[in-house]
């Protein structure tokens, strides 16, 4: 599989040549902080600027020294060697600064490459001249401003990528990064290095935390950089071009944290479509789903079906517990890793659980930020889950949720239909609850799509599920029953889209026949426009996102087929071919759009959502009703003692 068709390759002498300069800022420059402040150090055990226990040693063979840098000065060198008690460096300490080196090699690269692209290189040859015109100079500015944050991002990217193979499970917490300067790529990175320095003088008082703390930094680094360049202008020469490092298997591309193109090695119990049981349009569209995705292609970074329009990148399932949620979650990681490893695609599955919030300030969101940036790695293909929405992420304005609930929240809504949110079609996310009517109602109209998982509903299905769970090991006879005959999909998924010619929700019910009454048979989209006005008429929160949820749905129904299974089994058949080719096959399938596929996905989103309203009032009123028992019984009581 072809990668490197769209990236511009980072030749080694590009980054090589900056090495000297790389190690000289690592054995020593001045920094006098002009954002940040220093932080106070342990006492007995470190201060600012100079080593712990072994101080500075000189190349001169014969001569002992002591180190004369003044307080701003930082001298990394030193300062990762003085961790620990051994009078040697360690090998993890020695791997740290190789690490640095190396990334603050692949920085002033980035930002070289940069400035050649944009034409500040000429600028700044003009400046050392003099001659740069006076009409340029706030283009100069802003020039040197992009090819500052280009270059910290980088060097924090590069760092947290080559490192990351080091990492325990040590943690700190080193607060937001501040001392993020703009004047130019020099001066940032010297900003950035006496930042570091400061939290390894605090932090790293063993290798593990070394480890924990340089990862820490690179993650905030990235975090600030990427925010100031929200608002930079001159910088879509470093954000439209990926660069490759072959030798570190390195992608550079713009403001995206990189990660090494390795799917995780998945543990859970897969399950096969036919032992998933009733749910069978969860069922089918997760199948579906999961061979849309395995149509990305890696060189055009794209996926067809989600220029086509007909492309799931984050659904909802819900449902009463025990109804087959997990099953769902074990039958689609392990189709999609079946086809990735047919097809020699990295896969990566990663679940977001409760144990992401944290009770440091902060510490969710970035649990929950790593977990997004993992699953979207667009060198891979990629699964997110995340089970329990309901207690994971908080509902805004509920005084029960935590701020790790929130920061989770916030993060969740950005990553999934934010300004800077992008669907390359490599990956998918699903959101797991028992009680959707918990989660925030923003969050939870950022899923697209909507699985119902209502488990066995027939009896043919209690009599599959039944002699599934059973197993063999018995000689009870099946009697005269066809096994998993109900289950099957295509015939199954007809009779439940069908079922949704009309709403299930009573109170949806009751605004489709009036609307009916009304205007009709709804057959035109002015007709159906009425439909949808009168659901929000009925619910508030049935907003413009709903309508274009539903119309996302619309397309996936004209995407109503499956990628036939020999596609993925032979992968020279589709999987192998161009991106152009791809698309085609795909819209040669491509069915047309019905009024039925529209009212039928109207009712089905709207029922779910009258679904968590309903609910969610069910559980307000519990709740009151509880409150009012409780103070009639404390006034009881109370009157009781007065007496």
Known sequence: ????????????????????????????????????????????????????????????????????????GVRLIERVEGVGDDALPSAVQASVLHGIRRAIAIGLAAGEAFSEATGLAELKKDNLAGRVAEARRAEFGELLAAEALATLFTFANATSYLLASHATEATVEIGAVEEVLTDNAQLALHGALWELDQDLTVFADDDAKLVATVLAYAEQLMEKSSLRAQNTPRLEAFNTTSYRVEADDLTINGFTPASAAKGSKLTMSFKKPNEVVGNHIAKYQSMKLAKMVMAYDFERKLNPFAELGGFIFTFMGDGAPGTGKTTLIQMMAGLMSGYCETAGYPFRYQNLSTDNIDSYQGKSGQNAKAFINNVIDPNVIGFGTIDDIDQLAGKRGDRQSSAGQLEITAVLMESFAGANTVVRGNCTF???????????????????????VDG????????????????????????????????????????????????????????????????????????????????????????????????DAVKVRAMDFELPDEWMEEPDLFLFKSYDEKKGMIEELRQPITTEMVIQEINRYADSEFRYADKSDEVAIANMVREFGLNEEAKKRYLELRG
């Open 1 to 72: 599989m072809s990668q490197s068709a769209d990236f511009m390759e980072m030749s080694e002498d590009d980054i090589r040549k900056h090495y000297d300069a790389a190690v000289a800022m690592l054995e020593g420059v001045d920094h006098t902080p002009r954002i940040a402040t220093a932080k106070e150090a342990p006492k007995a055990e470190k201060s600012a600027g100079l080593g712990t226990r072994r101080r500075f040693r000189s190349t001169t063979p014969g001569l002992v020294t002591r180190s004369t840098a003044r307080p701003e």
């Open 456 to 551: 066995p509903q027939t009896r043919d299905d209690y009599v599959d599920i039944l002699n599934l769970l059973m197993g063999k090991n018995h000689d009870i006879p099946l009697g005269d029953f066809e096994p998993f005959a109900a289950q099957e999909i295509k015939k199954a998924v007809a009779a439940s889209f069908d079922g949704h010619a009309k709403p299930h929700e009573e109170g949806l019910l009751r605004v489709y026949e009036k609307v009916s009454k009304d205007v009709g048979d709804l057959d035109t989209i002015a007709k159906m426009g009425t439909y949808l006005k009168a659901i929000q008429e009925a619910d508030h929160r049935f907003t413009g996102r709903a309508i274009k949820n539903i119309t």
């Open 430 to 452: 699903g959101m797991f609850s028992n009680y959707p009517e918990n989660v925030d109602d923003a969050l939870r109209q950022r899923a697209g799509a909507r699985f119902l």
